[in-house]
């Protein structure tokens, strides 16, 4: 085995699992940033009266580990039995406490309710969601890696996981957490559950959506309102949205009059984050935390985002248009003087968010 050091604690990993290969207990070293984002989260949203934590896939334990080192009370489950000696050796030798259990999660979180569940599965969380929904009370964690059906990269697998259809866009990070999040708020709303997405980020292979639960029919609704429709055209990037469970389709773009626009839905439309609760998470990045400046940095570039739900590449526009591409800088600062809103998106280099249309920053670049 090999002792891996991370956020204060030190975990026994399987020797092949450094290299994420081992088909016993997986442990992704990958995955360290989304660990320390979590704690950030977790010491930010804890308040008087949570106490309770669900490591719902605990695999070594590491996440789990580190929450309860934090003072959570932790519950770390997982379905391996080789996985559960692990959890048990790694909270042991931090010389903390906590309950494993050898048991489906699911099975888990239908005899038992925590004030924060955190789903991060192998792969989709989709056969999770029913019994979190039922298990949470206050906070859903929520990882994906399957990116490609969420984004429409793989279109079929994304309409059979997610009730929905999503089309592959140069905003496809954008899309995958509102398709993520869309199929969480129709998924709660069953139980009569509203979702209100206090922290989601796109990084290289995964999604992670951080979404606190109101168990309000009324709340629900809400939810539900917040779902609709993309619409997209393929040849001038036209895009508008149109909120509403029910879809209609555009048949010509407004913009340029082309045929070729697709649409996206029931896709999240509401706000994907809270500014207020992410300045907070952001205050508890200590320096224990391998992954500390980078934390910082998705905290600060999310915090700065416009609340709306598609992006543009400022270089693909420019290779459409047969002009050359400026520094973001300037870029940025050429949409500010002709008075829209702008901001960076915190998962591309070129990437942005504007109220202005298609047509408005056309012009602004030829100007």
């Not at 609760?277 to 416009?306: C, D, N, Q, W, Y």
Request: hydrophobic letters at 35%.
């Amino acid at each position: 085995m090999y002792v891996i050091s991370e956020g204060g604690v030190e975990i026994r990993v399987p020797s092949m699992s450094v290299s994420g290969k081992t088909k016993d207990v997986f442990f992704n070293p990958e995955m360290e940033l989304n660990r320390d984002l979590t704690i950030a989260v977790l010491r930010a949203y804890k308040q008087e009266g949570m106490e309770t934590y669900l490591d719902a896939n605990a695999a070594t334990g590491i996440r789990g580990t580190r929450a309860a080192l934090d003072g959570w009370k932790v519950t770390l489950v997982d379905i391996s039995p080789e996985a559960v000696e692990l959890c048990k050796l790694n909270l042991s030798i931090n010389n903390l406490s906590g309950e494993v259990h050898h048991n489906d999660v699911n099975i888990e979180l239908r005899s038992k309710r925590y004030d924060v569940v955190d789903v991060d599965p192998f792969g989709s969380p989709i056969s999770f969601l029913d019994s979190a929904f039922r298990g949470a009370r206050k906070l859903l964690c929520v990882t994906a890696t399957d990116t490609a059906p969420l984004c429409g990269a793989h279109l079929q697998a994304g309409i059979r996981r997610y009730s929905s259809v999503p089309k592959k866009t140069e905003y496809h990070a954008e899309i995958g957490i509102r398709n993520l999040l869309s199929s969480m708020a129709r998924w709660g709303a069953r139980y009569d559950i509203g979702i209100n997405p206090i922290f989601c980020h796109s990084t290289r292979h995964y999604y992670r959506v951080y979404v606190e639960i109101d168990r309000r029919a009324s709340k629900a609704n809400e939810a539900l309102e917040e779902l609709g429709y993309i619409h997209h055209c393929s040849s001038c990037l036209y895009r508008e949205v149109q909120l509403g469970l029910l879809s209609f389709p555009i048949l010509s773009c407004p913009s340029c009059g082309g045929k070729k626009v697709i649409t996206s839905g029931p896709i999240w439309l509401g706000k994907t984050h809270d500014k207020d609760f992410i300045s907070k998470a952001r205050s508890h990045v200590t320096e224990e935390m391998g992954m500390g400046s980078r934390v910082e940095r998705i905290f600060s570039r999310v915090a700065e985002e416009l609340e709306v739900p598609t992006h543009y590449d400022q270089h693909k526009l420019c290779r459409l248009w047969g002009l050359p591409a400026p520094s973001m800088e300037i870029f940025i600062g050429q949409i500010v003087d002709a008075g829209f809103e702008i901001s960076r998106t915190h998962y591309g280099g070129t990437t942005f968010k504007t109220n202005a249309t298609i047509s408005e920053i056309y012009e602004i670049a030829n100007d």
